[in-house]
T-cell receptor, first 115, second 115 residues
Framework: DTGVSQDPRHKITKRGQNVTFRCDPI?????LYWYRQTLGQGPEFLTY????????KSRLLSDRFSAERPKGSFSTLEIQRTEQGDSAMYLC?????????????FGPGTRLLVL | RKEVEQDPGPFNVPEGATVAFNCTYS??????FFWYRQDCRKEPKLLMS???SGNEDGRFTAQLNRASQYISLLIRDSKLSDSATYLC????????????????FGGGTRVLVKP
């Protein structure tokens, strides 16, 4: 399968713990996005990388959240001191830079439950 | 007010019938428009891009009205497999050449096709 992959697919943690998610984009894609989706809502943008550079962060991304893409390939999203409000599906998407018709392809997501 | 608004539904549709629904967007600088489909507990998948002149892909027809800032999707001859949440997605013109094309999602319209 050459699509976007995410790991783990599910994570249950206790409030206050740190969690880290991984995203492997489609291999030739230079852009990588993280989104968060809560029940009954559409995905909301969190942050974006072009190659290894993090170029944009949403106001939704509090100081407890950090994302990296060290070699311009896979990316990690870490949440420190998790809160119950962090419970959501975390989606990664990748694309090849190419103007307005650029298409983002989504991974299966990591579903986080904070108890 | 949300940037992209959709009727959450559900739209209960008899198999074989036609269903249509809209979304409205508030950012007049929006550049590109898409419909994504999301099945329960799955990732969003691109259904179709929406062009100013309107476009059709099989049983699906998308229209864009820039003056009124709304996008529509029409599904003809509905199949049971069309049951899903349809996400209206808007991409604004990025402020700089290297800026990403983050997607802004509506909350989704749920469609249930019944025999």
């Amino acid at each position: 399968d050459t699509g976007v992959s995410q790991d783990p697919r599910h994570k249950i943690t206790k409030r206050g713990q740190n969690v880290t998610f991984r995203c492997d984009p489609i291999s030739e894609h230079n852009r990588l996005y993280w989104y968060r989706q809560t029940l009954g809502q559409g995905p909301e943008f969190l942050t974006y990388f072009q190659n290894e550079a993090q170029l944009e962060k949403s106001r939704l991304l509090s100081d407890r959240f950090s994302a990296e893409r060290p070699k311009g390939s896979f990316s990690t999203l870490e949440i420190q001191r998790t809160e119950q409000g962090d419970s959501a599906m975390y989606l990664c998407a990748s694309s090849l830079a190419g103007g307005p018709k650029e298409t983002q392809y989504f991974g299966p997501g990591t579903r986080l439950l904070v108890l | 007010r949300k940037e992209v608004e959709q009727d959450p539904g559900p739209f209960n549709v008899p198999e074989g019938a036609t269903v249509a629904f809209n979304c409205t967007y508030s950012n007049s600088a929006s550049q590109s428009f898409f419909w994504y489909r999301q099945d329960c507990r799955k990732e969003p998948k691109l259904l179709m891009s929406v062009y100013s002149s309107g476009n059709e892909d099989g049983r699906f027809t998308a229209q864009l009205n820039r003056a009124s800032q709304y996008i529509s999707l029409l599904i003809r001859d509905s199949k049971l497999s069309d049951s899903a949440t349809y996400l209206c997605v808007v991409k604004a013109r990025p402020p700089a050449a290297a800026a990403g094309n983050k997607l802004t999602f509506g909350g989704g319209t749920r469609v249930l096709v019944k025999p």
